[in-house]
């Protein structure tokens, strides 16, 4: 009974919403802070510091021998990472991987994965080691360079962050996805970080406009070109947030009797070979790529794509234009510095702040470092100190520790010593009694105090520091200094592709679906048979347009945005196709309500809340992924039609069921906005519309063969804004013309 009554009194009455929304926030916080975002200082996740830690512990510094990749993620996951050995071991394959990291932070000995986007071989076969970026990145680490913390079980120790000897965040770059935010940070060169490092020391105050003529862009393992404007290349860095164009590299080699190939020999960073030939090969199957007659992958070690022309008469840049833009030979790299900052706070930093934070970094670490040595050096003269005077009176002493009771109090009174000379006497061996110990003892004492004079002056002069620092960062050149050259060409123009594309995709008949749960692919031909079409379970055929591969596709979602795609680019008939929030962004669990061919036409958009206007659809089209919002829309309404000016009447239908037709030129044409009201209800929203012919009348469905014709229309005619009257008898519930 007592139990239960104090149950009771620990039971808290509280929202279940704020509960849960209370809950969710702790979670994102921890998945933000522990796993998603690096830190700026020294550009790592948790798991990857914890795993340099553990093999710092397990001695694997680039001059031992290695070790088996098992022990290593055991360790880690058992001591500091309490998370699955694949998402350790995952993390640790990366850092050993040439193609993603400019400069590896493991030394791996074993199949660690290919370009290809082969996977690893198991741990068990593997073996790793630190490598010497990984050195420097952990130089310091037991000399109080940085601050320590339990483990997640409390049983050990791991620290906060590593002394960071290395510019590893800008240099090796950092991907990673958190909740409602991510961070994204291509790799860069060593050379013009250094240099970019050095000039920031002297000039972080000014103006750094001269930073961006020291870092040109991006720098990747895997070469490649970025073309980029210098002022979009200068903005994205401004603001910490933009992208980069990133392309493959290609060189047209020549064979007898004119004949020639091209030779694709860098693709673009993270793009797996075999995908990109597999996206080729596709290509060519479906007649979608008409100049080129076959690809082969001829690579070693050194990438070879072989692309064989049709005939020798093809322009290769004309080849090589059409590839940019149907696969991912070219891409777009983001970037999106959003880092921990020193405060351990998610921020999105201009590229100047990230590399400030560094530097600041590194002097904090230069400062404990260096009151570590004073300290260290301080007790050690101290220490001295007593051994002199060992020296100096050692009959005495020795006639203290035979004959006192308490031997340690007695000298620290006779000879006014601190309890660490005391006991530096006590542990003193008979053979340091020597007379050339005490030579080697008045030299000790010389040097240690010229390295005293040295770090208390050092600590005192910030100019010093900062030359230190600098000192360190011309010695990270020196040691790279055969591996600072570009792997990426850098071309700062703009590029526009032609539309022009009917010589490089074969015109042909397609059927473009769209599913009701917003999956789309494109058929080959005019298909009429649509009851034949598999999808999904639980899905079904929702919209469907006939058009050809050269044209552009024109979709409107209830969200108020119109999304333009050219027809080539769909997913193919096989399978399923693809959901459309792959094809497009902000579109996820949107209804589609329209297609069109984006030809030059009147389109009638309406909302729920009974607004609408019209719009040319010539203004409507957007090329990003995004779409463009066309009709804006407030609190919960969303757009329930779009429609073909093709009739002189509007006739709209409320939820009220009542009824009023009115003429369309009372609508006013826009380009985007939220429109005017077309019909006023007391209770609920709009519920269809429909564009009809005066000399027609209104037609509705009736059933699945049945329709209903009412010529006369007089009874529901009215003005733009009325409330509007019943509908004739046999009108549908709901209500719907179609």
Not at 174 to 195: F, R, T, W, Y
Not at 317 to 330: C, F, G, H, N, P
Not at 685 to 693: A, G, L, N, P, Q
Not at 710 to 723: F, S
Request: aromatic share 6%.
């Amino acid at each position: 009974m007592n139990d239960n009554v104090d149950f009771l009194e620990k039971q808290i009455n509280s929202n279940f919403s704020n509960e849960l929304s209370k809950r969710f926030l702790q979670y994102a916080l921890s998945t933000i802070t522990s796993r998603s975002l690096p830190d700026v200082r020294d550009g790592l996740k948790p798991v990857h510091r914890r795993l340099l830690y553990a093999m710092n512990l397990l001695s694997l510094q680039p001059n031992k021998s290695f070790k088996k990749s098992a022990r290593v993620v055991g360790d880690v996951m058992g001591k500091y990472h309490p998370h699955g050995d694949a998402a350790i071991y995952d993390a640790m394959v990366r850092m050993a991987q040439e193609f993603s990291m400019n400069f590896t932070l493991v030394e791996g000995q074993g199949n660690f994965g290919n370009i290809d986007g082969d996977n690893a071989a198991a741990m068990r076969y593997t073996e790793a080691r630190m490598s010497e970026v990984a050195n420097l990145m952990l130089d310091g680490i037991n000399e109080n360079a940085v601050d320590f913390r339990d483990t997640y079980d409390g049983t050990g120790k791991e620290p906060v962050l590593l002394p960071a000897g290395f510019p590893n965040l800008i240099v090796n770059g950092a991907q990673g996805i958190a909740v409602g935010m991510a961070c994204s940070i291509p790799p860069h060169n060593l050379n013009e970080v250094c240099d970019a490092a050095l000039h920031l020391i002297d000039n972080r105050d000014k103006n750094h406009n001269e930073l961006y003529n020291i870092i040109n862009g991006p720098d990747f393992p895997t070469g490649g070109t970025v073309i980029e404007s210098k002022d979009n290349i200068i903005d994205t860095y401004k603001n910490g947030r933009g992208s980069f164009r990133l392309r493959a590299n290609w060189i047209l080699e020549k064979k007898s009797s004119g004949t020639w190939h091209i030779c694709i020999n860098e693709i673009p960073y993270q793009v797996q070979k075999s995908r990109i030939i597999e996206k080729i090969a596709d290509l060519i199957l479906s007649k979608k790529l008409i100049m080129v007659s076959d690809v082969r992958d001829e690579s070693s070690e050194e990438i070879r794509i072989i692309i064989e022309p049709k005939s020798r008469n093809v322009s290769p840049e004309d080849i090589m234009d059409t590839l940019y833009q149907v696969t991912d030979l070219e891409i777009r790299v983001q970037l999106n510095l959003n880092v921990l900052d020193s405060n351990g706070s998610p921020k999105i930093m201009p590229l100047n702040e990230a590399i400030i934070s560094w530097i600041d970094h590194r002097r904090e670490i230069l400062i404990r470092i260096s009151n570590n040595s004073l300290n260290k050096t301080i007790n050690r003269l101290e220490i001295l100190d007593s051994f002199l005077i060992v020296f100096l009176n050692l009959d005495e002493v020795i006639s203290i520790i035979r004959e006192e009771e308490e031997p340690k109090k007695k000298l620290m009174m006779r000879f006014k010593l601190s309890e660490n000379q005391a006991v530096a006497i006590l542990d003193m061996k008979l053979r340091n009694l020597r007379k050339l110990e005490e030579q080697q003892i008045n030299q000790e004492k010389i040097e240690l105090q010229n390295k005293k004079s040295k770090l208390e002056k050092l600590l005192k002069e910030k100019k010093l520091q900062w030359k230190k620092i600098k000192n360190e960062i011309l010695n990270i050149k020196k040691i790279f200094k055969d591996e600072l050259n570009r792997k990426t060409n850098i071309e700062n123009k703009n590029i526009e592709y032609s539309n022009d594309i009917s010589l490089k995709i074969e015109k042909e008949p397609v059927t473009i679906i769209v599913s009701k749960k917003g999956w789309i692919k494109s058929l080959k031909g005019h298909s009429a048979d649509l009851d034949s079409i598999k999808f999904k379970e639980g899905d079904e055929l929702g919209l469907y347009l006939f058009l050809s591969s050269l044209d552009d596709l024109l979709l409107f979602a209830e969200n108020g945005r119109f999304y333009n795609i050219p027809v080539y680019k769909l997913p193919s008939g096989r399978g399923f196709g693809e959901p459309l929030s792959l094809v497009f962004d902000d579109i996820a669990d949107e209804k589609i309500l329209f297609l069109s061919d984006s030809k030059n036409e009147k389109l009638l958009l309406v909302s729920n809340d009974g607004r609408g206007f019209i719009v040319n659809s010539l203004e409507v089209i957007s090329k990003r992924r995004t779409g463009k919002q066309v009709m804006n829309l407030k609190g919960s309404s969303n757009a329930i039609s779009c429609s073909p000016v093709n009739g002189d009447m509007l006739a709209i239908v409320g939820e009220n069921r009542k009824l009023l037709i009115f003429d369309v030129n009372e609508i006013p044409v826009l380009s985007k906005g939220q429109g005017v009201i077309l019909q006023r209800y007391k209770d609920g929203k709009c519920s269809d519309v429909k564009i009809i012919s005066s000399n027609e009348g209104l037609f509705w469905k009736m059933g699945k063969d049945r329709t209903r014709h009412e010529k006369v229309i007089t009874t529901w005619l009215g003005k733009r804004g009325g409330a509007g009257k019943m509908p004739p008898r046999g009108f549908p519930k709901p209500p719907k013309f179609n």
